[in-house]
């Protein structure tokens, strides 16, 4: 087994789908709610992407 860097959009796209599928598993299906995608960006002042954070909302409510 070797670990690499790299960023394949595909493969990043397709772990998110099976985390998602699997957690959803866990749920039961009384609580299961509407779900919304969250991105946090960090940028530094020459507009560099530092990090991004990613989060999957379940049970949203807007006020």
Excluded: A
């Excluded at 796209?13 to 995608?37: A, C, G, R, Y």
């Amino acid at each position: 087994m070797k670990i690499i860097q790299q960023w394949k959009q595909s493969d990043s796209e397709f772990i998110k789908k099976k985390v998602i599928e699997h957690n959803m598993e866990q749920i039961p299906d009384e609580l299961k709610t509407s779900n919304e995608n969250v991105s946090f960006i960090l940028k530094d002042e020459g507009k560099k992407l530092l990090v991004e954070l990613q989060e999957l909302c379940f049970g949203i409510i807007y006020i």
